[in-house]
Every structure is written in C-alpha cells, then in structure tokens.
C-alpha cells in the first residue's frame, strides 16, 4: 500500500502559525476596554464641602497619606477651589496641604472636572457613583489608573464600601491594588 504524501509544514508556516496565535491572544489580553460612564447630572454645590477619602488605587503624590481630607469650594467664576490633606506616616504626622482649582469638562452633566495643582497640568477627576443624599461617591479617571472611594464621614459601613468596590470592579478598575486610607477617629463629627 503506497504511502499517503504528507506535507510536513515548513519552518516558515510553524512560526507564522505561531506569531498569529501569539497576535491573537495579545488582542485579546488588550482589549479596550469601555468606555467609562458618570452619574447623569451633580449638583456642584451640593457635591462643595468636605469629604473623607476613604480608599484608593495607589498615587504617587500620596505616598505614606493617612488621614486624607478633599474641600470642595465653588467660585463666583463657575470653578471650583479644592483643598487636599493628608498626615504622612501616620494620623497624627506632619500635614501635606495642597491646594488646586478644577473647571467643568462636561456641563450637560457636571460629573467630568479637570483638576489643577500645578499649571499647566490638569487631571481628570470623573464622578462615577454619586450618593442621591451626596454622603458618598466613587470618583475615578478614564484611564483607571487612579480610583476614590470618598464619603462625608471617616468611615462606611461595610456593605456600601463592598459595593462601591464591586461597582469600581465593574467598570473596570483594578480594584486588588486599593488602599484602605487610615482615619483619626476624632474626625467624627
């Protein structure tokens, strides 16, 4: 019985078939990823005050933070000044105040700002879960690279913190990486 004629691929094939499994996978481990839905509409003066942040995905510019504060002041010219602090080490470490402006990005919903604390440079500061009492909100950037969990008091009940979590999850944010931001206790009003 003659032998079928079996062609044995060439080096060539085995390392384009190779190359194009390999291209695959990458498009698929880096998809885009969504597009990053706000809440419909904030109310700016109602958002002003005073917030306590209570996690966050990792920030240079917060490095060794405890005890981390925003103040949120609307100007007569429609901006807003915000004040961030925090102790370093510890609760009870020197305090870091920076102080920044943020304008609109989007009037229809008021929920995209650009922050500034340094000029020329702006951050995105998106509002994404906005509490309808204004006691808490998750607010983020497009590229998920920074994440806040904030709220009116030092700290959440557990169940809202594990939603908002699992809602930060959800839109895409490495939520593994959040930091758990130590409050004084003597915050509370």
């Not at 695959?24 to 809440?39: G, H, S």
């Not at 109602?46 to 209570?54: P, T």
């Not at 009037?107 to 440079?121: C, D, G, H, I, M």
């Amino acid at each position: 019985m003659p032998t079928p004629n079996i062609r044995k691929p060439s080096l060539w094939t085995a390392a384009a078939a190779t190359v194009a499994a390999g291209a695959a996978v990458y498009a698929i481990t880096r998809r885009k990823k969504p597009e990053l839905v706000t809440v419909s509409h904030v109310d700016l003066h109602r958002y002003a005050g005073l917030w306590y942040e209570i996690a966050r995905l990792p920030q240079r510019f917060e490095r060794r933070c405890t005890n981390v504060t925003a103040e949120y002041r609307p100007l007569p010219d429609g901006r807003i000044e915000v004040t961030n602090t925090c102790h370093k080490n510890s609760v009870y470490g020197p305090t870091e105040v920076a102080h920044g402006v943020a304008r609109v990005a989007d009037s229809e919903t008021n929920a995209k700002l650009k922050v500034q604390f340094q000029w020329p440079f702006e951050g995105d500061y998106w509002i994404l879960t906005l509490d309808p009492e204004y006691q808490f909100a998750l607010v983020g950037t497009p590229n998920r690279k920074a994440l806040w969990v904030l709220a009116r008091k030092p700290h959440l009940s557990l169940p809202t913190l594990h939603n908002l979590v699992e809602i930060a999850r959800q839109k895409g944010f490495p939520v593994e990486k959040l930091i758990y931001t130590e409050q004084l206790e003597t915050n509370l009003p």
